[in-house]
């Protein structure tokens, strides 16, 4: 069983910056795909960022840019830097791991995700 620990969440004024992490208790983090996703108030969830098994990332258009996913193999851990944030980013972000980004056509898919973290709340002001 997978488990994914988020921190890092908190209050920041419009402009400022955040980096989450997400710690994952798997044998080795670059076998996996590793995402960031967030739900807003009333919101669906929405993918924000992920970064694949051999490294390509994959960002939401609004936040291309501005966020930057990236992942520390030693610690198992991987983070999603912030930055220039604004209101719209306001929600609760939580981390996920897959065996694979791909759908079964081969393409990159926010759908279907195993595991999940609990989620960190970040809010902009």
């Known amino acids: 069983h997978v488990q994914l620990v988020e921190s890092g969440g908190g209050s920041v004024q419009v402009g400022g910056s955040l980096r989450l992490s997400c710690v994952a208790s798997v044998d080795t983090i670059g076998r996996y795909c590793m995402g960031w996703f967030r739900q807003a108030p009333g919101k669906e969830r929405e993918g924000v960022a992920a970064?694949?098994?051999?490294?390509?990332?994959f960002y939401e258009d609004s936040v291309k840019g501005r966020f930057t996913i990236s992942r520390d193999s030693a610690k198992n851990t991987f983070y999603l830097k912030a930055n220039n944030l604004n209101p719209d980013d306001t929600a609760r972000y939580y981390c996920?791991?897959?065996?694979?980004?791909?759908?079964?056509?081969?393409?990159?898919?926010?759908?279907?995700?195993?595991?999940w973290g609990q989620g960190t709340q970040v809010t902009v002001s």
């Open positions: 996920a791991v897959d065996p694979t980004c791909e759908d079964d056509s081969g393409q990159f898919s926010w759908d279907d995700w195993v595991y």
């Open positions: 970064i694949d098994s051999d490294g390509p990332t």
